[in-house]
C-alpha cells in the first residue's frame, strides 16, 4: 500500500496509471486516503467515476472488489450467505454420529461454510484492497441501511458467529448517478466529489493519453463536437467513456479528419438513443460548423 507523501506524488501516480485528473479529484482521493473515509464520487454516466477505483487497485498492487447495486439487491448477495449444499452435506454425514443440535451448529456455522460476498470480502483481507460499490444509487433504500455499519464501524455482524472486525480498511469508492437521493446518513460517512462532463482541454487530453496514436486534427475535431453534442436537448448525454469509443474506432479505421459523412456514419457510437440520433442529424451542419468541419472541407 502506497503512502503518499503529498498530492503532487499522487497526481504522478494517477498520470502514470493513465488517469487524467484535476485538483478537486486530486484532493479528495489524497485526503479520503489519509483519513481512511469513503468517496462517495456522483456524476453523470460515462465521465470516469468507476475508472477512479480501478486506477487505484493499479496504482496500491491490490485487489479490486467490486459490488454492482442493482434494485433488490439483498444482503445474501452484497454482504454473506450460507453455504446450504455444505451444510445439508455435513448434516447428512452427521446422522451416524452422536451429536447434539448444538454441536452439530458449532461444526456448521464455521468459516469453512461461509460463502463471502464483496463487502464482507472486502474486510477479510489482510492487504487492503479498494472495495467498489458502483452505482449505489440504483439500490433499493433499505440496502444503505447494510452499508452504515460496514462504513462506520468497519465490521459486520452474523448472527450465527457474531461480529466479524476488518483485518484492514478498505480504500472505498462509492459512485451514483443520482438516479435517486441518497440518505444523508450514507453521505455522512464519506467524502464528496461531484464529477461533470470534462472541458475541451481536459477531454483531449484523455484522448490523448487513450488514444495515442490518433491524429491531432482529428482528436480535437472529435472533442469540440462532443462538447457541442452536449449542449443539445438529448436523452442520454454521450460521456468520456464514448469519446474514447468514437476515437478509438476512426483511429482504427486510418481517419485522419471528420467528414459529414463519417459523423453521420458513425452516429451510433457517440449516441445509444434512436430519438437522440435523429435530432442530431437534424442540427449535424449546425454541429460541424461549430466543430469547424465544414470549413475545412470547402
Not at 485526503?31 to 477505483?53: C, F, N, Q, W, Y
Not at 433499505?142 to 472486525?165: A, N, R
Request: a negative charge.
Amino acid at each position: 500500500m502506497i503512502e503518499f507523501e503529498g498530492i503532487d506524488q499522487l497526481q504522478e501516480k494517477l498520470s502514470e496509471a493513465g488517469y487524467i485528473s484535476d485538483s478537486a479529484i486530486n484532493m479528495s482521493l489524497f485526503l479520503s486516503h489519509k483519513m481512511e473515509r469513503p468517496l462517495l464520487i456522483e456524476g453523470p454516466p460515462g465521465v470516469g467515476k468507476t475508472e477512479i477505483a480501478k486506477v487505484l487497485s493499479r496504482i496500491h498492487s491490490t485487489n479490486l472488489i467490486r459490488l454492482q447495486c442493482y434494485e433488490g439487491l439483498s444482503a445474501d448477495q452484497a454482504i454473506y450467505e450460507w453455504n446450504y449444499q455444505k451444510q445439508l452435506i455435513s448434516l447428512k454425514m452427521m446422522e451416524v454420529e452422536n451429536m447434539t443440535l448444538d454441536e452439530k451448529e458449532s461444526i456448521i456455522y464455521q468459516d469453512d461454510y461461509l460463502l463471502k460476498r464483496p463487502l464482507l470480502d472486502s474486510i477479510s483481507q489482510s492487504i487492503p484492497p479498494v472495495l467498489l460499490i458502483d452505482e449505489v444509487d440504483r439500490s433499493d433504500e433499505e440496502f444503505e441501511s447494510y452499508l452504515l455499519e460496514i462504513l462506520s464501524d468497519w465490521q459486520i455482524s452474523i448472527p450465527e458467529i457474531g461480529t466479524v472486525k476488518a483485518k484492514s480498511k478498505p480504500i472505498v469508492i462509492i459512485t451514483s448517478n443520482r438516479q435517486r437521493e441518497l440518505s444523508d446518513a450514507l453521505r455522512r460517512r464519506c467524502f464528496y466529489i461531484w464529477i461533470d462532463y470534462p472541458d475541451f482541454d481536459k477531454e483531449i487530453k484523455i484522448v490523448r493519453k487513450k488514444v495515442p496514436e490518433i491524429d491531432t486534427q482529428l482528436g480535437e475535431q472529435i472533442c469540440r463536437f462532443m462538447q457541442e453534442v452536449r449542449l443539445l436537448k438529448i436523452e442520454k448525454v454521450p460521456g468520456i467513456a464514448e469519446t474514447l469509443d468514437w476515437a478509438q474506432s476512426l483511429a482504427t479505421l486510418h481517419i485522419d479528419h471528420l467528414t459529414p459523412e463519417i459523423v453521420q456514419s458513425t452516429l451510433g457510437i457517440v449516441l445509444k438513443d434512436w430519438k437522440d440520433i435523429r435530432n442530431t442529424s437534424l442540427s449535424l451542419s449546425e454541429l460541424l460548423e461549430k466543430t469547424g468541419v465544414i470549413q475545412k472541407i470547402k
